[in-house]
């Protein structure tokens, strides 16, 4: 199994929008519990939203709530995360998990320690 592979980040203004892109390989993401999460300078690593496997039940930070979107296209085996209304304290390196164990569901609380594989990240900045 390959590390996924997150894509999409940039430079916006506050109360713009991003879509951030992780493909998977050698699994489906459709049987992983998929997460997203965020780590700014100077600040530990969070979680952002995640995505059972199967039904896809999601979960959310609260401070992403009603801005945050996770899916998945299963054909394209990749998770999305869609970021509305963008703001300042959204800037940071974002990085795409897996938990690889099939058919895995997440815990509503996003770990770190849930998640076992680990893509690159992609740095979104948001200017005011």
């Known amino acids: 199994q390959v590390q996924p592979v997150a894509s999409g980040g940039g430079s916006v203004q506050a109360g713009g929008s991003l879509r951030l892109s992780c493909a998977a390989s050698?699994?489906?993401?459709?049987?992983?519990?998929m997460g997203w999460f965020r780590q700014a300078p100077g600040k530990e690593r969070e979680g952002v939203a995640s995505?059972?496997?199967?039904?896809?039940?999601?979960y959310y930070a609260d401070s992403v709530k009603g801005r945050f979107t996770i899916s998945r296209d299963n054909a394209k085996n990749t998770v999305f995360l869609q970021m509305n209304s963008l703001k300042p304290e959204d800037t940071a390196m974002y990085y795409c998990?897996?938990?690889?164990?099939?058919?895995?569901?997440?815990?509503?609380?996003?770990?770190?320690?849930?998640?076992?594989?680990w893509g690159q990240g992609t740095q979104v900045t948001v200017s005011s």
């Open positions: 995505i059972s496997a199967g039904a896809g039940i999601t």
């Open positions: 050698g699994y489906s993401v459709s049987t992983r519990c």
């Open positions: 998990a897996a938990l690889q164990t099939r058919w895995s569901s997440c815990r509503s609380d996003i770990r770190m320690t849930d998640f076992n594989s």
